[in-house]
């Protein structure tokens, strides 16, 4: 039978990592509902620029912006979108996996095929397996615009120097506390989705010309996709540890009470044997 005080330690152990879990929920909870804000805010902003976008297009040629031209595809880009911290399931594990899926699928397609890392566990999981071109760490403490727009310069700096001819971000949408989905978008070349047709007698004037309005929400836009990515992906990662810590606290009141039975059967048995060692010992001394 075990040792008594070596089964009261763990149970010790156990209880106090069911603090920490418990309070890592609390927490994530509170960090959840202002990133779940910060997403339904960001999402109509962002498909309201999309059908702006799609309204210029359908009276402009593909190549009428750099940032729309389609190129031989040579050489490609992909963000992808992780946390900094751990402790929250299969959140990073599942997304970088999902990042090498595509880029073994896609290989024949690209001459090369280069990373750009945002947040620490996908930076860890890809570095010694791929190529990683820049990588951003520590951002979604203090997440902001002004991080996405530079973050959105970088990768239209390389772009239109021609670094590489396609841009994806990988990132995990946010559906639910239980549900993240993995979500893969192009970035670049802007491919506007073809709007309905105008309706009849509808006119609209632009200031100061429909193609200095497309080169001026072409960036803006990137900017938006990239933060909207971050948002969601911040979102994801709090709903994912909220929940990874709920089931871990459960899983330490069942471990607590399975270890408290054993305590109890060993204390018993050792209770028992002193008993009987008492009982021998007087009737050797009765005999």
Do not use: W
């Not at 947040?119 to 999981?125: A, I, S």
């Not at 989905?181 to 970035?187: G, R, S």
């Not at 802007?190 to 960036?219: F, H, M, N, R, W």
């Not at 009987?276 to 007087?282: A, F, K, Y």
């Amino acid at each position: 039978m075990a040792n008594l005080k070596s089964i009261k330690k763990r149970i010790v152990s156990v209880k106090n990592t069911r603090q920490i879990t418990a309070a890592m929920k609390m927490v994530s909870a509170a960090k959840l509902r202002r990133a779940q804000e910060n997403v339904v805010a960001a999402r109509p902003y962002a498909g309201k620029l999309a059908e702006v976008l799609e309204r210029l297009a359908q009276s402009q040629e593909s190549d009428a912006s750099p940032l729309m031209v389609q190129r031989e595809t040579r050489r490609a880009l992909l963000l992808v979108v992780t946390s900094d911290r751990g402790l929250c399931g299969g959140f990073n594990a599942n997304l970088s996996k999902a990042a090498e899926r595509f880029i073994k699928e896609r290989a024949g397609e690209f001459k090369e095929l280069s990373l750009m890392t945002i947040g620490r566990k996908g930076y860890e999981f890809l570095r010694n397996r791929h190529t990683v071109r820049k990588h951003h760490g520590n951002i979604f403490s203090t997440l902001s615009y002004q991080t996405a727009a530079l973050i959105a310069a970088e990768v239209i700096e390389g772009y239109l120097a021609e670094e590489y001819d396609e841009v994806y971000v990988i990132y995990n949408a946010f559906k639910s506390v239980m549900t993240q989905d993995i979500t893969l978008e192009q970035l670049l070349p802007v491919t506007p989705k073809a709007g309905e047709e105008q309706e009849q007698g509808t006119e609209y004037i632009y200031e100061p010309s429909k193609a200095a309005l497309l080169d001026e929400l072409l960036p803006k836009h990137i900017e938006v996709q990239i933060f909207k990515s971050l948002l969601e992906s911040l979102a994801s990662e709090h709903g994912a540890r909220m929940t990874a810590m709920d089931s871990a606290s459960k899983n330490a009141t069942e471990m607590i009470g399975k270890l408290t039975l054993i305590y109890n059967r060993a204390r018993q048995a050792a209770i028992t044997t002193e008993l009987m060692e008492i009982i021998s010992g007087s009737e050797s001394i009765k005999g």
